[in-house]
Structure formats: structure tokens, C-alpha cells
């Protein structure tokens, strides 16, 4: 792994993917990696018609700086250098399109997030970019 995309949603599955990230550099030495979370979209005209765009935007970095602050730590702590991105859109269609805008070798994320669909056994996200990229994905639970 060399280029190394880790999509970030806050949950205990996706800091199980940058923990495993972590020790890989440990044992194997440096690689570039990027932290990615992604905001669904605001799509309620309710809400665009009172709030500013710029007021969305700022609610959408607030909750990706929550979302990314426990990996963050963890490779702050761990004294790694890493990229951080946020997008807003459909979380795999964004995760696909932003491995291959940087050129990822791999993306190592958690078997499931914060979706609704808990007891499944991956997540719906998951299977949809499973399905859709072609570069190695490693899923940690």
C-alpha cells in the first residue's frame, strides 16, 4: 500500500480501519494516506430556504471535524502524516471519485458504519462501492 484512502464516518469500525492503517506503516513503512468523510447532502428546500450556504457549509464541517476527530488523534498521536477531505454526496459514489481523483492504491475502511442497517453484514455503502471500484479494498470489522 502505497496510496492509502481510509473513508472516516466517526464510527468504532471506520477508527478499527485507521488502527489497522497505523500498524501496516509500522511494519512496513510509510505510505500517503488520506482521510476522507463524506456528508450526505441537505436536500430539504425547508432547510435551504433558511439557512445560508454558507451556514450549510459550515454545518457540514462541523459535523466532518467530529466524524474525523478520533482518527485524526490517532495518527496525530502515532506521529503519521495524512491528507483530510470532506465531501458531501453519496458516500460511495464520493469515496469512489475521490480515490481516483488521488490516485489510491487501496481503500481500507470498516465493514459497516454509521448507517441504519446494523445487523446486516456489510453495510450498504460498502457493497455499493465493492461492486462499482476496481483497486483492493480491505474491510476491517
Do not use: W
Request: with cysteine; glycine share 8%; net charge negative.
Amino acid at each position: 500500500m502505497k496510496n492509502v484512502l481510509i473513508p472516516v464516518d466517526g464510527s468504532g469500525n471506520s477508527l478499527r480501519a485507521v488502527h489497522y492503517v497505523v500498524n501496516h506503516v509500522r511494519e512496513h513503512g510509510p505510505c500517503s494516506i488520506h482521510l476522507l468523510n463524506v456528508q450526505a447532502p441537505i436536500v430539504s428546500g425547508t432547510i435551504q430556504a433558511f439557512f445560508e450556504p454558507d451556514a450549510i457549509q459550515e454545518y457540514y464541517d462541523d459535523e466532518s471535524k467530529m466524524a474525523l476527530a478520533d482518527a485524526e488523534a490517532l495518527l496525530d498521536r502515532s506521529g503519521i502524516v495524512y491528507q483530510r477531505a470532506l465531501r458531501v454526496g453519496d458516500v460511495a459514489e464520493s469515496i469512489k471519485a475521490y480515490a481516483t481523483e488521488q490516485g489510491c492504491d487501496h481503500i481500507v475502511m470498516g465493514s459497516r458504519g454509521m448507517g441504519a442497517a446494523g445487523s446486516l453484514l456489510l453495510g450498504s455503502t460498502t457493497l455499493k462501492l465493492l461492486h462499482s471500484i476496481h483497486i483492493p479494498v480491505v474491510l476491517v470489522n
